[in-house]
């Protein structure tokens, strides 16, 4: 069983900051990348920043140059650094592990009013 809870979200105004944090329990052998899923209201989950073990980072269009994912493996954590944030950036945001098999948080709520 593995867990993952997130902290950090809120209400923000546009132009703001917020840094999400996730730490996953449980039975963690391995992780082979950790990232954030993002939904927003009348779209799809959009998985929008990810790193992959001995890897790189990546981000979607949409948060590139604004969002920076950091993780700490000692402590099975990953992180989301989201600066000048825009109304659009209004949603839910999910962390997600890769071990074995892929895991979720339950979400976590972030609002940016203008």
């Known amino acids: 069983q593995v867990e993952l809870v997130e902290s950090g979200g809120g209400l923000v105004q546009a132009g703001g900051s917020l840094k999400l944090s996730c730490v996953a329990s449980g039975n963690i052998v391995s992780i082979n990348a950790m990232g954030w ?31 920076t994912i950091s993780r700490d493996d000692a402590k099975n954590a990953v992180y989301l650094q989201m600066n000048s944030l825009e109304v659009e950036d209004t949603g839910v945001y999910s962390c997600w592990i890769a071990t074995w098999r892929d895991h979720w948080g339950q979400g976590i709520r972030v609002t940016v009013s203008s």
């Not at 899923?37 to 140059?65: C, F, M, N």
């Open 37 to 67: 899923y993002r939904q927003v209201p009348g779209k799809q989950r959009e998985l929008i920043a990810a790193t992959v073990t001995g890897g790189g980072a990546h981000y979607a269009e949409s948060v590139k140059d604004r969002f």
